[in-house]
């Protein structure tokens, strides 16, 4: 079955201690993303990878790391984690043939 | 930077009436253009796409979506909705390699 996962699905910490948020596929996909959605905001675009060793900005990368290092993980790192980072986030993979996007089903974060 | 505006925020119709969620867009380039399905505690779910070809496109559950490249517009629409399309509707856009999305729109469907 095609999946996207994604570790931890809720998780609640504090203000300047590293975390990660894990994301995974079994699609072979090139492209991956991660996005966070605010109410009344949608979806906004935090970084995306068109392949391996390969990692761009989004709209909104301030306060974010990725790292690319195979082609089914695609980690978020938020290294000194503020509470304007508390968000529903989501890793989603894209497939080159049909442009479908496929979303993991969400982390949500509360930074106190 | 691009943006995706869908005008309502909040769209509630009764049952079995017709229903359009309106997208507009502001490339001047070319686009692919989404409709995703949000339903509670859920991740998104691609209802229908446009990359190229006819500009009327059907998607899942008896939806379908017009592109109109003078308005820059998308708009959803489905002839007869039910309890179950109840959700949270997301228009999306794709510039080169980027996507962006609409604030929403979240469907109410009244018995």
């Known amino acids: 079955e095609a999946q996207v996962t994604q570790n931890p699905r809720y998780l609640i910490t504090v203000t300047g201690k590293k975390l990660t948020v894990t994301c995974s596929q079994n699609?072979?996909?090139?492209?991956m993303s991660w996005y966070r959605q605010d109410p009344g905001l949608g979806l906004r675009q935090i970084y995306y990878?068109?392949?391996?060793?390969?990692?761009d900005k989004g709209d909104v990368p301030e306060g974010y790391k990725v790292s690319r290092k195979e082609k089914r993980n695609f980690p978020l790192i938020l290294e000194s984690p503020s509470p304007n980072q508390t968000s529903l986030y989501f890793c989603?993979?894209?497939?080159?043939?049909?442009?479908?996007?496929?979303f993991g089903p969400g982390t949500r974060l509360t930074v106190t | 930077a691009q943006s995706v505006t869908q005008l309502d925020s909040q769209v509630p119709v009764f049952e079995e009436a017709p229903v359009e969620l309106r997208c507009n867009y502001s490339s001047s380039v070319s686009v692919y253009l989404f409709w995703y399905v949000q339903y509670p505690n859920q991740g998104l779910q691609l209802l229908l796409k446009?990359?190229?070809?006819?500009?009327l496109v059907k998607g899942i559950n008896g939806f379908e979506a017009e592109f109109n490249k003078s308005q820059t517009s998308f708009h959803l629409r489905k002839p007869s909705v039910h309890i179950s399309d109840t959700a949270e509707y997301f228009c999306a856009v794709s510039v080169g390699n980027q996507f962006y999305f609409g604030t929403g729109t979240s469907l109410t469907v009244i018995p």
């Open positions: 990878s068109m392949n391996v060793e390969v990692t």
């Open positions: 989603a993979t894209v497939s080159s043939n049909s442009y479908e996007q496929y």
């Open positions: 699609m072979n996909h090139e492209y």
């Open positions: 446009y990359l190229s070809g006819s500009t």
